[in-house]
């Protein structure tokens, strides 16, 4: 949607970019690329002040804060124009410093996430500083230049670094419309940093001349940012850059890796001398790691809990009723199964509810529901090994052999208890069938779980075809008696 007037922006920047440079070819050495930087990054910082305002909660703090940087940056310029290169310095870190405080804010969504781009911030910058200091500073610290000069050819290139690579965390996880304009800063930004590293190269070698070609780099680079700022739609109602779960957590090993490789080389071609600023830094860098690493764990540890409690509770949930939380059919026949595959004797005890369905039709669903909750917890309390849920008005219990009969008719008379509904009392009974397993192979071969809720179910079936209210328990007559015998409702 916004791609066009992106675009013709873009190509505004660099048609001013190339009349610069014209100027620039034809009277090297003057202000004018200067004052242009200067006057740019004011608008570009009154920019992204404006795109704040319709932003909510971290992402307005992170659009401010680079906003703020801009404008720290454009009076850093001013200050180098008419006054102390020292005092222009100071304030060319403390742009830098909202800068990134800025990106840093935008790419952490949590607390902890706060505390790991500080920490990817700190590796990275610590490990850039040491690269600049094997290749550039230290080198230029040995030949006598002071530690002042070595500190303004470092700070630009290494700050310009660590925003860039934040930034390239929100390219990597922002996602939709907002990562258009992420990746416009970034391309931005490192346009900004090309013209600081070659900044800091001419410092070293004694070539920088101000009003050449070096300082378009800067125009040209915030004048991508300028364009980059997100519009009001980009970010109306976001509460956060990042829109997905995923990071690019193996960012800050880059660069320290890349100061890994540096380090070696130079330890050869030193012959193993190392001196004590590379030993600091090496010591800064391991402490960071380390520290980032025990994050990391306390992370996973974290997760691994919460992923054990949803497995736990998706288990609970499989094998449970959700009505009354007792166990469903499956587990019921699940360790049923064991008890047998075991040799172990075993009673099943079937009940199913009388005068159930009436209570659903005069005092509805709900109410039914109340006394199936009811039910369950009085057969909990009438022993057995395990209650469970069939389904419907359904329940199963196991209970050991010799204890069978007694456990059917405490159930009998726990469902016969009256269960107060809706202002009213309403009483159910139970018919309880019986089939018990002597264990040990009895019955034969094949003989399985199904197979003994099959005869339980036919004993409970006769319970009611006998009365209701009662027990019985099964026998091998049963089953002829039963199939000329009508269906009969509960």
């Not at 070595?150 to 690579?165: M, Q, R």
């Not at 909750?373 to 389904?391: H, K, M, N, Y």
């Given at each position: 949607m916004y791609a066009t007037p992106r675009l013709r922006q873009t190509a505004v920047a660099l048609i001013l970019t190339a009349a610069l440079l014209a100027a620039v070819l034809q009277h090297p050495g003057g202000t004018l690329v200067g004052w242009a930087t200067c006057?740019?990054?004011?608008?570009?910082?009154?920019?992204?002040?404006?795109?704040?305002?319709?932003?909510?909660?971290?992402?307005?703090v992170g659009l401010r804060l680079l906003g703020s940087g801009f404008l720290a940056w454009s009076a850093g310029q001013l200050v180098w124009l008419v006054g102390p290169a020292r005092l222009a310095t100071v304030v060319f870190n403390a742009a830098a410093v909202l800068m990134a405080t800025g990106a840093a804010w935008m790419a952490a969504t949590r607390r902890l996430g706060s505390i790991r781009a500080a920490l990817d911030g700190l590796i990275m910058a610590t490990s850039l500083c040491f690269i600049s200091w094997v290749v550039i500073l230290?080198?230029?610290?040995?030949?006598?230049?002071?530690?002042?000069?070595?500190?303004?050819?470092?700070?630009?290139?290494?700050?310009?670094?660590?925003?860039?690579?934040?930034?390239?965390?929100?390219l990597y996880e922002t996602r939709g419309p907002r990562r258009r304009s992420v990746a416009v800063v970034v391309v931005g930004l490192l346009l900004v940093f090309a013209a600081d590293t070659a900044y800091a190269s001419q410092v070293f070698a004694g070539t920088y001349r101000a009003g050449h070609v070096t300082d378009l780099g800067w125009f040209l680079g915030f004048a991508i940012v300028g364009v980059g700022a997100p519009r009001p739609a980009e970010i109306a109602g976001s509460a956060a850059m990042v829109t997905d779960g995923r990071s690019w957590d193996h960012l800050p090993y880059l660069p320290f890796s890349a100061a890994l490789c540096t380090g070696v080389i130079a330890f050869a071609v030193r012959g193993g001398r190392v001196d004590g600023v590379l030993f600091l830094l090496v010591i800064l860098m391991t402490v960071l790691i380390l520290v980032r690493q025990l994050l990391a764990l306390r992370d996973n540890r974290l997760l691994n809990g919460r992923l054990a409690e949803v497995v736990d509770d998706l288990r609970h949930r499989a094998y449970h009723d959700p009505l009354t939380d007792l166990p469903n059919r499956a587990?019921?026949?699940?360790?049923?199964?064991?008890?047998?595959?075991?040799?172990?004797?075993?009673?099943?005890?079937?009940?199913?509810?009388?005068?159930f369905k009436p209570v659903n039709d005069s005092h509805g669903h709900e109410a039914g529901d109340r006394v199936l909750?009811?039910?369950?917890?009085?057969?909990?309390?009438?022993?057995?090994?395990?209650?469970?849920?069939?389904?419907g008005d359904e329940f199963a219990v196991l209970t050991p052999p010799g204890v069978a009969e007694d456990v059917a008719w405490r159930i009998i008379a726990a469902a016969a208890g009256p269960v107060p509904v809706r202002g009213a009392v309403v009483s159910v009974g139970a018919s309880v069938g019986i089939a018990r397993h002597p264990g040990n192979g009895g019955f034969g071969g094949g003989f399985d779980a199904g197979d003994l809720m099959r005869h339980a179910d036919l004993a409970m079936y006769a319970a009611k075809l006998r009365g209701r209210n009662r027990a019985v328990t099964f026998t091998a007559e049963l089953e002829p008696d039963l199939e000329s015998a009508s269906p009969m409702a509960a």
């Open positions: 006057v740019l990054t004011l608008g570009v910082g009154l920019r992204w002040l404006q795109s704040a305002r319709p932003a909510q909660g971290r992402i307005r230290g080198p230029l610290y040995r030949a006598g230049a002071g530690a002042t000069a070595v500190f303004d050819a470092a700070v630009y290139p290494i700050g310009d670094v660590l925003i860039g690579s934040i930034a390239l965390l929100m587990l019921l026949l699940d360790t049923l199964q064991r008890r047998l595959d075991a040799g172990r004797p075993v009673a099943l005890l079937y009940v199913d509810l009388d005068g909750a009811t039910i369950a917890g009085r057969l909990e309390s009438c022993g057995g090994d395990l209650v469970a849920r069939l389904g």
